[in-house]
């Protein structure tokens, strides 16, 4: 994974929830806007101080986070 450089994760910041450049606006609710229907640009345009650089990092960092897995730890 590239180092991120717009995803913030801040526990002051919507409790430590994955933020864009600190604001209070976060992958999970970019993710839920473009799961339901909505375009980049209908994004850009309901929250214009958001760049695109911004929703293609948040996709980034959704797509690493499904790749990951516990695994589940024995005790000899």
């Known amino acids: 994974m590239k180092k991120l450089r717009?995803?913030?994760l801040d526990p002051k910041i919507m409790g430590g929830k994955p933020c864009i450049r600190g604001m209070r606006v976060t992958v999970g609710m970019i993710m839920g806007l473009?799961?339901?229907g909505s375009t980049t640009e209908d994004i850009l345009k309901a929250y214009p101080y958001?760049?695109?650089e911004d929703i293609q990092?948040?996709?980034?960092y959704a797509a690493?986070?499904?790749?990951?897995?516990?695994v589940e730890l024995h005790s000899a």
């Open 57 to 60: 990092e948040a996709l980034e």
């Open 34 to 36: 473009l799961s339901s």
């Open 50 to 52: 958001l760049e695109q």
């Open 6 to 8: 717009r995803i913030i």
């Open 64 to 70: 690493w986070r499904t790749s990951e897995y516990e």
